[in-house]
Each structure stands twice: as structure tokens, then as C-alpha cells.
Nanobody, 123 residues
Framework: QVQLVESGGGLVQAGGSLRLSCAAS????????MAWFRQASGKEREFVTA????????DYADSVKGRFTVSRVNAKNTVYLQMNSLKPDDTAVYYC????????????????WGQGTQVTVSS
């Protein structure tokens, strides 16, 4: 498994932007599909976006499509989430996750998780 550490969360006003980073340990980062999930208080963890091994294919939840962009730099063992036009409904703890295979949105299919970073969007 790979160890993941998120950073970049914080407090931002509605309409603002944040960029989250997720740094992975080890030399096998490029063999993992990476994803971002989020969990708002009192709600289940939900899929936000995923990016394939090379970064050439991405998948987004409808709720963030057109506002969020996922990217990765395999040479830096890092995946990013650029979040623009943030809304109060985006308030949540954001987690990055890793899996070997592409195509799963359910959190149960992802084998490695970071500790999460809080994003709070004020109205």
C-alpha cells in the first residue's frame, strides 16, 4: 500500500478557490489510480474525482464538473485538486485515495487513504 498525506485545506469565501495536494510515499505511485473523496458532517463519504495512472483520463462527480480539476505529477508522487467557484455545499473533509484499478467510485474499492484535510466555504 501507499501512504498518503493531504494538505492545502482551509477557510475560503464562496466563489473562491483552493488547491489541495496529496503526497504519496514510495516508488510505485505511477501504478495507482488516484481519487479525491469528501465527507461532510453527518453525511456519507462521496466520490469527487479520479485520475488514471498516467493522468490522461479523469472522472468527475456531476456536482463538481466544470469547477474542480484533478491532476497528477508522477515524478513528484503528488496528485492535486484545483477547486474553483467554491460553494458552501463543498464544505467537507477532503480525502485522497489510491487503488490499483480504474472504474470504481465506491469508497470500499480504494485501498489506501490519507488523513483528510478540512475545506470550509463560507457564504
Amino acid at each position: 500500500q501507499v501512504q498518503l498525506v493531504e494538505s492545502g485545506g482551509g477557510l475560503v469565501q464562496a466563489g473562491g478557490s483552493l488547491r489541495l495536494s496529496c503526497a504519496a510515499s514510495g516508488r510505485t505511485f505511477s501504478t495507482y489510480v488516484m481519487a479525491w473523496f469528501r465527507q461532510a458532517s453527518g453525511k456519507e463519504r462521496e466520490f469527487v474525482t479520479a485520475i488514471n495512472w498516467s493522468g490522461g483520463v479523469t472522472d468527475y462527480a456531476d456536482s463538481v464538473k466544470g469547477r474542480f480539476t484533478v491532476s497528477r505529477v508522477n515524478a513528484k508522487n503528488t496528485v492535486y485538486l484545483q477547486m474553483n467557484s467554491l460553494k458552501p455545499d463543498d464544505t467537507a473533509v477532503y480525502y485522497c485515495a489510491a487503488a490499483r484499478n480504474w472504474g470504481y467510485r465506491g469508497p470500499e474499492k480504494w485501498s489506501s487513504w490519507g488523513q483528510g484535510t478540512q475545506v470550509t466555504v463560507s457564504s
